[in-house]
C-alpha cells in the first residue's frame, strides 16, 4: 500500500525556482494551497504580487483532501446555528453556493482540466436520526431543496437525505493549472522558499526566508496553521484534528456522502478509484496514528472486501465557532491578512477566501468580510473548549517525552544524547537515524508515526522526515542533530 494521496499519482507539474536574493514586492501571499493560489488569482491583475510556497504549490494540506466541493456539510449548520443563530448559518449556506459556483466559472472560462464532475451529496446517519432531523430541520428553514432517501451503498445507515448542485474535482490538477494561469498574468512564484519570520516596518513587512528576505507593502498568510507565534490563536480559537483516508479500484459513481454519527466516513469516487476519509481525532488524542489509520482500513475491509491502494493522514483546523478565519490578523494593522480554520470544508472555503482576502487588500467591501473575521467573541463554550485543549496538550507534552520504546528494526525510541532529548529511528536495515526530539516551534516532544516513518508533532502539527527534515509546520525550521 503506498502512503500518498491519489492526486499525487501520475502527475507531472511544473517547478518554480526558489528564492535566490532579495526582492521587493506590493501584495506577498505565503502559502500555495487552495485559499493561497485562489487569493493569487484574483489579485492576478494587480502589480507585483509574489507567491512563495516553502515546498511545491499544492502539495500541502490540499493534496491530501477528498476534492469535494459541496455545501451539504456534515452538521456543520446546525453546529454555526448553535452558536450564533440561524441567520449567520444562512449567510454561511451562501457563502458556499457560490463558492461553488465561482470555481465552476473559472474551470469553465479558464477550460482547466481538472476532472470536475456533478455529484449528489448524502448526509446519512447509522446510528441517530434525530441528529439527522436536526440537519433536516435547517435545510427546510434554509429553503435548501434535498430528497429523504436511502444511500446507494450497501454500509451501516439508517436514514439519508440528498442533494443536488454539488461536484468533486482534482484539487491538485485545478491548482497546477491555476498556478500557471497566475505565472503567466505575472504573478511571480517561489517554491521551496521557507518564511522564518517576519518584522514590521512603517508601510509593510519584511519576511525573511531561508533564502532571502521579502519586503512587502500588503502580507497575506495562507498557510493552513500560521508559521509565526499568534498568542492565543491555538488554543484558544482553534483546534487541529488528524484524519485519515484511502483510495481502492472501484466502480465509479457519481455521487459522494459522509455521516455524522461518532465515527464519520466520507466517501467519494475518481476514476475507478473510491476515497474513503474517516476515524478523525484531536491531534494531541490517540497517540498511535498506525493504530487509528488502520481502524480505516479495517473498516474498509469489512464493508468493502477489497485491499487500498493507497493510504494517507491530513490535518484539519477548526474554529471552536466552527466558521473560518478570513481577513485582517488585526483591526488595526490594513498589511496583515490570514485566512486559516476551513472545518474540514477547504475547497469552498479556500476558494471563499481568495475572494475574500484579494477584495480586503485592495481596500474594497465583501460581503463576507464580517462574517469570517477574527476578532469575533469567544462564548463560555469556546473558553471551556480552550481549558480542555490546554490541559489536553500538557498532558501529551508529558506524556511523550517520558516514553521509551525498545529499539527493535523498523521501531523507534527516545533518549538522551549529551543531556539532549533525542529521537531515534532504526530502519529496516538496522541503520539508526537521530533526530531531536524537540519540535522547533514552541518546544513540546515530537512522537514517532509509524505509519508515515515521520516525527509528528502533538501540538500544532508540524511534522518531520526520519532524518530531521521539514515536511510540515508551523515550524520552520528542521530537527537535525550534528
Ligand atoms: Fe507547535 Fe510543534 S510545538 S508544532
Known amino acids: 500500500m503506498k502512503q500518498k494521496s491519489i492526486w499525487m499519482e501520475n502527475l507531472k507539474t511544473k517547478t518554480y525556482p526558489s528564492l535566490k536574493n532579495d526582492i521587493e514586492c506590493d501584495i506577498l501571499i505565503i502559502g500555495g494551497g487552495i485559499a493561497g493560489i485562489s487569493t493569487a488569482f484574483e489579485l492576478k491583475d494587480e502589480k507585483e504580487v509574489v507567491l512563495i510556497d516553502k515546498g511545491k504549490i499544492g502539495y500541502g494540506v490540499t493534496s491530501h483532501t477528498t476534492g469535494k466541493l459541496t455545501y451539504l456539510q456534515s452538521t456543520v449548520y446546525t453546529d454555526i446555528e448553535n452558536v450564533h443563530g440561524f441567520k449567520v448559518a444562512l449567510n454561511y449556506l451562501n457563502s458556499q453556493k457560490e463558492a ?16 470536475l464532475s456533478p455529484n449528489d451529496s448524502y448526509l446519512f446517519t447509522y446510528e441517530n436520526k434525530e441528529n439527522l432531523d436536526k440537519q433536516i430541520s435547517f435545510l427546510k428553514r434554509a429553503k435548501v431543496p434535498f430528497e429523504e432517501t436511502k444511500l446507494p451503498i450497501n454500509i451501516p445507515s439508517i436514514s439519508a437525505i440528498k442533494v443536488k448542485d454539488t461536484y468533486v474535482f482534482n484539487p491538485l490538477k485545478y491548482i497546477n493549472k491555476l498556478k500557471d494561469i497566475v505565472n503567466k498574468s505575472g504573478v511571480k512564484i517561489y517554491e521551496n522558499t521557507t518564511a522564518i519570520d517576519l518584522d514590521k516596518t512603517n508601510d509593510g513587512y519584511i519576511i525573511n526566508t531561508k533564502n532571502g528576505h521579502i519586503k512587502t507593502k500588503k502580507l497575506i498568510i495562507c498557510t493552513h496553521y500560521p508559521f509565526f507565534v499568534i498568542p492565543g490563536l491555538m488554543p484558544l480559537k482553534l483546534s487541529l484534528e488528524k484524519s485519515y483516508a484511502l483510495s481502492a479500484s472501484y466502480k465509479n459513481q457519481n ?17 475507478n478509484n473510491i476515497i474513503v476519509g474517516g476515524y478523525s481525532h484531536p491531534l494531541y488524542n490517540n497517540l498511535d496514528y498506525q493504530k487509528e489509520e488502520n481502524k480505516l482500513i479495517n473498516f474498509f475491509n469489512k464493508h468493502f472486501n477489497i485491499k487500498p491502494q493507497m493510504v494517507w493522514q491530513t490535518h484539519d483546523l477548526t474554529a471552536h465557532d466552527y466558521l473560518p478565519m478570513i481577513g485582517f490578523l488585526n483591526k488595526k494593522d490594513s498589511n496583515l491578512l490570514i485566512a486559516t480554520a476551513f472545518n ?22 465583501n460581503k463576507y468580510e464580517n462574517l469570517f473575521r477574527l476578532n469575533r467573541q469567544p462564548s463560555l463554550e469556546k473558553t471551556l473548549n480552550f481549558i480542555t485543549n490546554n490541559f489536553m496538550i500538557g498532558k501529551t507534552y508529558i506524556g511523550t517525552k517520558l516514553s521509551k520504546n525498545k529499539p527493535f528494526y523498523n521501531q523507534s525510541y527516545v533518549t538522551k544524547i549529551d543531556g539532549k532529548s533525542c529521537g531515534v529511528y532504526v530502519d529496516e536495515n538496522g541503520k539508526k537515524h537521530v533526530v531531536s526530539n524537540i519540535c522547533p516551534h514552541l518546544k513540546c516532544s515530537l512522537i514517532f508515526n509509524n505509519s508515515t516513518k515521520t516525527w509528528d508533532c502533538p501540538c500544532h502539527g508540524s511534522r518531520f522526515d526520519i532524518d530531521g527534515n521539514l515536511i510540515e509546520g508551523p515550524s520552520v525550521f528542521d530537527i537535525k542533530i550534528e
Do not use: P
Open 100 to 115: 461553488i459556483n465561482h470555481i465552476k466559472d473559472i474551470i469553465s472560462k479558464y477550460k482547466i482540466d481538472c476532472d
Open 255 to 271: 455521487w459522494n456522502a459522509i455521516n455524522i454519527d461518532k465515527e464519520t466516513y466520507s466517501i467519494r469516487f475518481y476514476q
Open 344 to 365: 474540514k470544508w477547504g475547497m469552498t472555503n479556500g476558494v471563499l477566501a481568495g475572494t475574500i482576502l484579494a477584495d480586503l487588500v485592495c481596500g474594497k467591501e
